[in-house]
């Protein structure tokens, strides 16, 4: 099969010839059609996740979406034919997404939403996850609640409104003014990301705050967050690596939860969790609750270095997504 092979931190791909997997127990090979670019695939590649290191040379690319060609020993959950997609690999030793097939852990992947093309569903499975996880597995969340998503625009963020209005709740979400179109036409509320906390909290909650906020951009942005969360609160971050002060949040007597969507691929544990996140995926997507914003650009393996580069730039219009098939 083709590949992009990263055989050394911060160099180019290089396309290879290599040995197609064969699925063993508990596995399913995939002929992949689409793979996303996701930032974190370029701190990977540049070797700047202590988090997320992958043993070189690798075929990188955690998220995917394609067709099953063959079940290993043990598999009753899917079967040749099958169009799947999920979040399998790229970290940890495990082979990614930039190849023309995958050997992936059956308990990952999901029947990819009918109404989605390939690319779309290869857009989806770290933002959806990660934006779930700490939605409804860390603060489950409920219906009229006010939720606050900082960086609404970005992947985990726009993802992260469509599940709260799915919910019943009621989506605030900060962006700059050219996310404001997509943010409101999202159904959220548009918050200018240069405003203060005291000042929007003051604006869109009468200085209560609001009950959940969900911070995807980290640093300041997570200082901030605890400052607009309300008494009893819950702030939850999938950014929080830094130093921050908790006293903000301490006075509130809010609560506080991270997310680290890779630690099923990392670790083992929770993977069967992640296909099952990616279920409601497919059932919200069915029902027409979601919708993932691709960048309409087309890359192929051999692009695949152009792909990284635009994200590096902030040159997008969506998530990239890189065509294999």
């Known amino acids: 099969m083709q590949a992009a092979i990263l055989e050394k931190i911060g160099s180019p791909f290089r396309i290879a010839t290599v040995a197609r997997p064969s699925p063993l127990a508990g596995q399913v090979l995939v002929r992949i059609a689409a793979s996303a670019v996701n930032p974190l695939d370029l701190k990977i590649r540049a070797g700047g996740a202590a988090h997320a290191r992958q043993l070189l040379p690798a075929i990188l690319g955690l998220d995917m979406a394609g067709t099953v060609e063959a079940v290993g020993p043990g598999v009753t959950g899917f079967c040749r034919g099958d169009e799947v997609y999920g979040m399998t690999g790229g970290v940890g030793g495990i082979q990614g997404s930039l190849a023309e097939y995958a050997a992936v852990d059956e308990r990952l992947l999901a029947i990819k939403p009918a109404k989605l093309s390939m690319r779309e569903a290869a857009s989806l499975p770290l933002a959806f996850i990660t934006a779930w996880e700490g939605l ?3 603060v489950g969340i409920q219906p009229d609640q006010t939720v606050l998503i900082q960086g609404g625009a970005g992947g985990v963020g726009h993802i992260a409104i469509q599940i709260v209005l799915a919910t019943g709740a009621r989506a605030y979400a900060t962006g700059s003014t050219r996310d404001q179109v997509l943010i409101e036409r999202l159904g959220a509320t548009w918050i200018d990301r240069n405003s203060e ?19 995807t951009v980290g640093g300041a942005v997570l200082d901030a967050s605890f400052n607009a969360v309300c008494r009893f609160g819950h702030v939850v971050s999938a950014l929080g690596w830094g130093t921050h002060a908790l006293a903000p949040l301490s006075f509130r007597a809010a609560s506080y939860s991270g997310v680290f969507t890779l630690l099923p691929l990392l670790t083992g544990d929770g993977r069967t969790r992640h296909g099952e996140i990616l279920r409601e995926a497919t059932r919200l997507a069915e029902a027409g609750r ?8 087309r890359f192929t393996l051999a692009t695949v270095g152009e792909a990284y580069a635009a994200l590096e730039g902030r040159k997008t219009d969506g998530k990239l997504v890189v065509d294999i098939a």
């Open 136 to 138: 409804v597995d860390r």
């Open 197 to 215: 906390a005291k000042d929007y909290v003051s604006e869109h909650t009468d200085g209560r705050g609001f009950d959940i906020v969900y911070d």
């Open 290 to 297: 979601l919708a993932p914003k691709v960048d309409p650009r």
